[in-house]
């Protein structure tokens, strides 16, 4: 009786351990899959969340708000207020930048240079040195844009090192602007793709943002809609490039460049003139 009392005992015991190894099992299992489902979730979660933020914000600036005194427009209503400012490069030659501060100038976008239309090389503006530093002295916020011909990321990346190689110290407190413009339809970007575009566009901010200066993208509503995907970059700032007595353009821009001609104090000949939308503080 004691031998088979035994034997049964050993039977149920391991029998116990066996359910009890099965549901060890089966709890880290679900514990597994329950975790696997959370980063799932997040993940998802995650770039629905990335998904919304890439996507162009539609413009709140209204019609009303806009003012127009001798070809000069600025812009306020209950949210903003404007500022006036220039674009300069070595075509506008020798600057008087006390006189340009003068004429109720707030601020400057100073080209550092441009890359060759076929040969990709990098060349510096002739007058970028002496307008910085002229633009600084008189108190001008200072931009800094540079025209890309990059055709690859890579070479993107490589002119965005170079700006910041020559930016670096010198009192840029508005945005570094990536500019890549049509020029004759023989330009070594014109076979570029818009999701190539869009992807030099991108690495390009993205070394200027790491650096700690803010990245702006340049163009016209065409070129904004039709060569890269906005989308994708609309966590940069937008320079709207758009000669027009009305501004309707749809989505949101930092700045609006309205007009070629331009006159200001200081400066020989026609300058670009822009307009940028400052947001009001809560007193204001």
């Given at each position: ?17 066996r359910?009890?190894a099965?549901?060890l099992?089966l709890?880290?299992?679900?514990i597994?899959t ?15 969340q990335s ?5 162009q914000k539609?413009?709140d ?8 005194s001798?070809?000069i427009?600025?812009y306020n ?5 404007s ?5 300069v ?5 020798t600057i008087d ?5 003068g004429?109720d100038?707030?601020?400057?976008f100073?080209?550092l240079?441009y890359?060759g239309w076929?040969s990709?090389?990098?060349v ?6 002496k307008?910085?530093n002229g633009a ?14 990059a055709?690859?990321k ?9 700006v ?12 570094v602007?990536?500019?890549?413009e049509?020029?004759?339809?023989t330009?070594?970007?014109s076979?570029l ?7 030099i566009?991108?690495a390009f ?12 993208i340049y ?8 060569s890269?995907?906005?989308d ?14 009305l501004n ?14 331009g006159r200001?104090?200081g400066?020989?000949?026609?300058v670009d003139?822009?307009?940028e939308y400052?947001?009001k503080t809560?007193?204001?």
């Open positions: 009786m004691n031998k088979t009392s035994n034997r049964k005992t050993r039977k149920l015991k391991k029998k116990k351990r359910k009890f099965t549901r099992i709890l880290f299992i679900i597994c329950a975790v696997f489902l959370a980063i799932r979730s997040c993940d998802y979660i995650g770039s629905r998904s919304k933020q890439m996507l539609p413009t600036y209204i019609q009303e708000g806009y003012r127009e001798n070809g427009f600025s209503d209950d949210n903003y207020k500022n006036l400012g220039i674009d490069s070595e075509h506008q030659g930048w006390n006189q340009v501060k004429d100038i707030k601020f400057a100073i080209r240079g890359s076929h990709g090389k990098i510096k503006d002739k007058q970028f040195d307008n910085i600084k002295k008189a108190g001008i916020d200072i931009g800094i844009y540079f025209f890309s011909q055709s690859t890579e070479e993107g990346i490589k002119e965005a090192e170079y910041i190689s020559e930016i670096k110290g010198k009192g840029v407190t508005y945005p602007v990536f500019d890549m049509p020029i004759d339809g330009e070594r970007t076979s793709s818009k999701e190539e575009k869009t992807e566009a991108d901010c993205k070394v200027i943002k790491k650096y700690g200066f803010t990245p702006a163009g016209n509503p065409t070129w904004l809609s039709k890269v995907n906005m994708k970059l609309s966590n940069y700032d937008t320079w709207l490039a758009y000669y027009t007595t309707d353009y749809e989505f949101t821009h930092r700045f609006w460049q309205f007009t070629q001609h200001v104090s400066i020989g000949n026609n003139l822009n307009l400052v947001k809560w007193y204001e």
